[in-house]
């Protein structure tokens, strides 16, 4: 018995991430209302990402500048309250980032991105632009496993957040209080 739980958890760790997003986002019940989605469709879209663009553009010039820009647009009044970015927003912010020159900023940046959404349960588009993060090279630290983790938690796909987690286990992080307090909370 025990010999089939390892070969199982040898399994799960050896889906990939793209499998499991596309998988996700195919079959997650809405978290919220139907604005989640990323949509052209939305009536303020073309305006907001217009004023949005130009505020990146003369706001953020490097990456010190972009921390600053991200923790504004992310920050919480203290109460719970979190500023809110629609998808959309997160979307123009996210394609920004990966055009900046001379280099992308470090992931902890997308970080704080990933997390604002985090809080105001977009994980639909958590998991979508942290796929498009894979594919541009660019490498998860513990505080992304994390936010995965969670948001995969939120909605119900322990078994997903079990896979992230055992990504973290070969890889050179070491699972903290967060990433078993999500995994726990859950399970219990």
Known sequence: MASASSSRS?????????????NLLSSCPHTRKPTTSISQNEPSYPTTTAKLKES????V??????????K??????????????????????????????????????????????????????V???FKRLNSTGLFPDLYTY?????????I???SSGFVIFGRILPSCFTPDAVTFTSLIKVST
Request: glycine content about 4%.
């Open 146 to 154: 994390n936010i995965l983790i969670n948001c995969f938690c939120k």
């Open 72 to 125: 504004e647009m992310c920050k919480s009044s203290g109460e719970g309250d979190v500023n809110i970015i629609t998808p959309n927003e997160a979307l123009c912010i996210f394609d920004y980032m990966l055009h900046m020159h001379p280099s992308s900023p470090p992931v902890t940046s997308f970080n704080i991105l990933f997390g604002c959404l985090a809080k105001t349960k977009h994980y639909e588009t």
């Open 10 to 22: 040898f399994h799960f760790t050896s889906i990939s991430i793209s499998a499991l997003t596309c």
């Open 56 to 59: 990146l553009l003369l706001t």
């Open 61 to 70: 010039k490097d990456r010190a500048s972009l921390k600053k820009f991200l």
């Open 127 to 129: 998991f979508l632009l």
């Open 156 to 158: 119900g796909r322990v």
